[in-house]
């Protein structure tokens, strides 16, 4: 006993100084996601939840069966959940600023017509466009007032928001810089080119709904119907978990599953 104490105490610095360092990475990995938001809480209350929220999904899955197996399952969801998070507000503010894009085409070239130049028409868009657009693009006018290229800050908005459609606006406008283009008009076009593509993705997502609905029900029916089955008679299934011809079988019914939901999924997106 006094030897697992003495190399418990002896590990366990170390243990410490491991765990500091993931969680200092931690936080500057989440600060610079944190900037990429423009978000206001404080990147070190969010790190903390990679080390509460796996203790609390493990210990509730524990006691709530009496077995590790779920608690190692609950751990591993409580330390997916911060990046899920994190991962759904920068795709929620993506989705803003794209649904934003259009509208600022349309004040930046009403901007151009009444005689103001680009960069003032950008001053413009900052003080009149909520957030995200005003943050993004207020963000570029002070790269641009510290010394770098506009054009240069366009590339490096294109590729912090990674936005199709904002890719078609950078690249028409480092385009019309250097050939002379009008402006006005190829964010005329530019307009009407997302227009059309965003009516096009709209009818390819109804026209491949029933097709999606089928493999969501084809997903979720084999365990709806497993969970049925044991409802009625929990031993029904027995025979397939304690035979090895039964384990096989249900390893293949569970791959296949995978790879039907995958080819269904598949066939079901088009990408255009």
């Known amino acids: 006993m006094g030897s697992v104490v003495l190399i418990a105490v002896s590990i366990f610095p170390l243990f410490l100084k491991q765990l500091r360092a993931w969680q200092a ?10 900037d990429q938001m423009f978000g206001d809480k ?41 990046n899920f ?24 070239s009403s901007c151009l017509k009444g005689g103001l130049s680009l960069l003032q028409g950008f001053e413009v868009l ?4 909520p957030a995200p657009m005003s943050q993004e693009l207020g963000l570029l006018l002070k790269e641009n007032k510290m010394g770098i290229p506009f054009e240069e800050s366009l590339v490096r908005l294109n590729k912090r928001m990674n936005i199709e459609e904002l890719g078609l606006v950078v690249n028409a406008l480092l ?9 006005t008009k190829v964010f005329s076009r530019l307009t009407t080119t997302i227009r059309d593509n965003r009516k096009l993705k709209e009818n390819i997502k109804t026209l491949t709904l029933q097709g999606r609905m089928q493999g969501a029900i084809m997903s979720f029916l084999p365990i709806l119907f497993v969970l049925w089955v044991l409802s009625v ?6 025979i397939m978990l304690t035979s090895d011809i039964g384990r096989m ?12 939901m995958f080819l269904i999924r598949k066939f079901s997106i088009i990408n255009i």
């Open 85 to 108: 998070i994190l991962k759904i507000r920068l795709a929620r503010r993506k989705q803003k600023f794209n649904d934003q894009l259009l509208d600022t085409i349309g004040m930046l």
């Open 25 to 34: 990475e931690k936080e500057v990995k989440v600060a610079k996601q944190m």
């Open 42 to 82: 404080s990147p070190k209350a969010i790190a903390q939840l990679y080390f509460i929220l796996p203790l609390v999904f493990a210990m509730s899955g524990y006691f709530l069966s009496q077995s590790l197996i779920p608690a190692i399952i609950g751990g591993a969801i409580g330390l997916a959940i911060p």
């Open 175 to 183: 385009v019309a810089r250097e050939t002379g283009g009008e402006l």
């Open 233 to 238: 008679n929990k031993h029904h299934f027995d």
């Open 249 to 260: 079988l249900l390893v293949a019914a569970v791959f296949l599953q995978i790879i039907g």
């Open 126 to 129: 900052v003080e009149e466009m």
